[in-house]
């Protein structure tokens, strides 16, 4: 990774195009689940690789890894968005996977409706525990890696991650009363 920043930091296209091509998918996985929608998401994906080609020069090695640091471009781009918009909730659903051909009807069906429950049960969630489990958990980011890119502490995303898993057990616990 070291070798393509610095080629694409000397100009160079090939290791610029290297660098976008290794991190589109899960930049662009990023905002859909952040904004909500496709469109927006495409927007703020183009726009992150622009501020990357813009400021790539800058880019230092040091506390966080490459990736980290593109998906603080993103996560600031997002925000930018939302503070324009002025909204918080997402316009459309992200669509769910597909269940497999060897799973039956009734255990897709179940697998839809629990994956819809915690989906709904993490919509209650705030923002920025939202946006760390994501990170944490979809995207296999590090505590380090996750503060860097919300501009936290390590130990914030820490605190963050354990108020957003003790509600999730606690709305679990109340559904399984009911």
Request: cysteine-free.
């Amino acid at each position: 990774m070291k070798k393509l920043v610095a080629g694409g930091q000397a100009g160079d296209r090939s290791s610029l195009e290297e660098l976008y091509l290794l991190h589109f998918d899960r930049i662009y996985s990023y905002l859909h689940m952040t904004v909500g929608n496709r469109h927006d998401a495409e927007d703020l994906t183009t726009q992150t690789f622009l501020k990357m080609l813009e400021s790539i020069g800058k880019f230092r090695w040091g506390s966080a890894p490459f990736s980290a640091w593109l998906f603080r471009i993103a996560h600031n781009l997002a925000m930018d968005h939302f503070r324009a918009a002025r909204r918080v909730q997402p316009e459309e659903e992200v669509p769910e996977p597909e269940a497999g051909e060897d799973t039956s009807a009734e255990f897709g069906a179940l697998e839809s409706l629990g994956r819809q429950s915690m989906l709904e049960m993490i919509d209650d969630l705030s923002p920025e525990q939202q946006q760390v489990l994501t990170l944490k958990f979809v995207f296999n980011f590090s505590n380090r890696e996750a503060a860097t890119i919300l501009d936290k502490t390590e130990g914030a995303i820490k605190s963050l991650q354990h108020r957003a898993l003790v509600s999730l057990q606690k709305q679990l616990s109340r559904r399984g009363d009911q």
